[in-house]
């Protein structure tokens, strides 16, 4: 049963198990079921990770992962029903443990401490309000400042983003804006109270190539600006490379690998992990098409399971190259391989005897 | 935006010049004229003495001419005279208005306030005990015609209260008078009420799943302010386009709960008169109700202007 491994993937984890000291946030045994009519789905099932002052952090993996499911989670803003955190979750941001919270509690915290950048910006807007006024609302909630004192903070955050023209803007509507201004909206009133943690959930992914790329600075100067720890959620790991220092994988609702940029793209140890970084186009693979390289764009063969039904042994069995029977019957102990690189596999050893991608 | 209120005047003109001729035709294909009605209750056909009144009150006259004699009267503000009371129309119709108009507004108020809270209520406790008991509440309001349902109403007062509130053209005070006007405005409005918070659930279901309610509730705002200022303000938007189609729909509720309750309104007297076939009067009080409609029409598409940013009305 997977619950059984639900619960020693953490205990085999004992350096996550105890908050270290200074951390800004640590999130143990995060644990989110969604009770649906198919039947028990583990979105999110005994994640652990902690975060530093000022760091940024990337959880990675494909849809359906929980990469969403844990950052939602933090916020506590999983729908429930038919979502729920289990009770043996412990979120502590800067000490506060935050699944203790009432809701009123959590209230404050949500837009103040923790905030979030969401994947569609074209949608995350409030049609019928003013950007300005919509910045404005967590200066209110959060900030205690008059309506005057927080539109004139509203046309500060607007500059701070970079938008040209801030005091014209801050009155327009979202339909005025294109999806890059609005994602820098977003990022107004998600950084507008200064948070200790900034989550960005895919904050790129519905952006025009041209435009990601400025998003993704934006969000990188602005962390440097204003010390944020971020937590960078994306499936592209050219995101990663760019913005982060430390990377989780993630795979069926489970951490899988865990290891500092460098650790990650030079020396994977999870097939997975070896599997996302082949399936990204290199130039130099299409070039190499004449050469002994077949020159074609690797891809993970088979889907991402569905997560009420997850195989007995590893998640990944069934679509890694790697796999044997063991794989298949009994769930990979979550170990630290080599000094802070963690990783879910019984073949890691032979994974890192191949090469990357 | 200029430019599109004067072609939306233009447009109103000739929906109004459309439905003066449908008007004329339609009451003009309906059998026998107000001289059969008076002859065959009478029970005596005199061709000569029918004849006589047909031509005193123009009936002989071409259709078209006919038609022409009522739209240059209506220009000049002439609505000729009742056939029935022989008084002029305008003089008939104009005192009778007020009451209706009333009686209509405080019904779409009713239906307003009582819709739009349910429905979010509704919404926002879906499936819960209390969703499905305002369910069952809108689908009667939807299924029970408001002449039995104003039945019902007067009968319960009779039962338990042994007094029936009396329509008097002379109330002591305006809430004598709202008073006595709320009960039928109740029963006419509950079907509208019915049809607004139906209406005011699905579009607060469809705008809770948004991606900006979950903004809202990452920002930390408050439930109810997440509700009422974010999720409402826009799911009242489809809800205004439906007041504007009940405003015009009220009226032909208004008809039987003004005879039901006794009311010397407009609508009771334009059933009274399409069994007389007062022409003047029925084609003039239609023609009223008609731009009643357009016009509420009008004002609800100016509201969405002021409603949703989104939408401008310019060329």
Known sequence: ???????????????????????????????????????????????????????????????????????????????????????????????????????????????????????????????????????????????????????????????????????????????????????????AIAVACNPKVLIADEPTTALDVTIQAQILDLIVELQKKLGTAVILITHDLGVVAEAAQRVIVMYAGRKVEEASVEDLFGASLHPYTRGLLASIPRLDLIRGAEDTSPGRLQEIPGIVPALHDLPKGCAFAPRCTYADERCKAEYPAYEEKRPGHWAACWKSEIVAGGTNG | ?????????????????????????????????????????????????????????????????????????????????????????????????????????????????????????????????????????????????????????????????????????????????????????????????????????????????????RTARAKGASTASVNYNHALRNAVLPVITIIGIEAAFLIGGLIVTETVFNIPGVARFLVEAIRWRDYPIVQNLVMFIAVVTVVVNFLVDMAYVLLDPRIKYDD
């Open chain 1, 1 to 187: 049963m997977t619950s059984t491994n639900a619960a020693t993937a953490p205990a085999a984890n004992p350096k996550a198990a105890t908050p270290a000291e200074g951390a800004l946030l640590t999130v143990q045994d995060l644990t989110t079921y969604f009770f649906t009519r198919q039947g028990l789905v583990k979105a999110v099932d005994g994640v652990s990770f902690e975060l530093q002052r000022g760091e940024t952090l990337a959880i990675v993996g494909e849809s359906g992962c929980g990469k969403s499911i844990t950052a939602l989670s933090l916020m506590r803003l999983v729908p429930d029903p038919p979502g729920r955190i289990l009770d043996k979750s412990r979120i502590v941001l800067d000490g506060v443990d935050v699944m203790k919270l009432d809701e009123s509690a959590m209230r404050k915290v949500r837009g103040n401490d923790i905030s979030m950048i969401f994947q569609e910006p074209m949608t995350s807007l409030n049609p019928v309000m003013t950007v300005g006024d919509q910045i404005a609302e967590v200066l209110l909630l959060h900030q205690g400042m008059t309506k005057a004192e927080a539109t004139a903070k509203a046309v500060d955050m607007l500059r701070l983003v970079k938008i040209p023209t801030p005091e014209q803007r801050v009155r327009e509507y979202p339909h005025q804006l294109s999806g890059g201004m609005r994602q820098r909206v977003m990022i």
């Open chain 2, 1 to 213: 935006m200029a430019t599109y209120i004067i072609r939306r005047f233009f447009l109103m003109i000739l929906t109004l010049i459309g439905m003066s001729i449908l008007i004329f035709v339609m009451l003009r294909l309906v059998p026998g004229n107000i001289s059969d009605i008076l002859f065959d209750a009478a029970g005596m056909v005199n061709e000569a003495d029918k004849a006589r009144l047909e031509a005193e009150l123009g009936l002989d006259k071409p259709i078209i001419v006919q038609y022409w004699t009522w739209i240059s009267g209506l220009m000049t503000g002439d609505l000729g005279y009742a056939y029935v009371s022989e008084k002029p129309a305008l003089d008939e119709i104009l005192p009778r208005i007020p009451v209706t108009a009333k009686l209509a507004l405080l019904a779409l108020i009713f239906s307003v306030l009582i819709g739009v809270p349910l429905g979010v209520i509704s919404a926002v406790k879906q499936d819960s005990i209390l969703d499905y008991s305002l369910r069952v509440f809108s689908l009667s309001g939807l299924s029970l015609p408001s002449f039995w349902l104003a039945l019902l109403i007067l009968m319960a007062f009779v039962h338990y209260f042994g007094w029936i509130p009396i329509y008097t053209d002379k109330p002591a005070s305006i809430w004598h008078e709202i008073g006595l006007l709320s009960i039928p405005a109740l029963a006419v409005g509950f079907r509208a009420s019915a049809l607004i918070m139906r209406l005011t659930r699905s579009s607060m279901l469809e705008v809770l799943r948004q991606d900006y309610i």
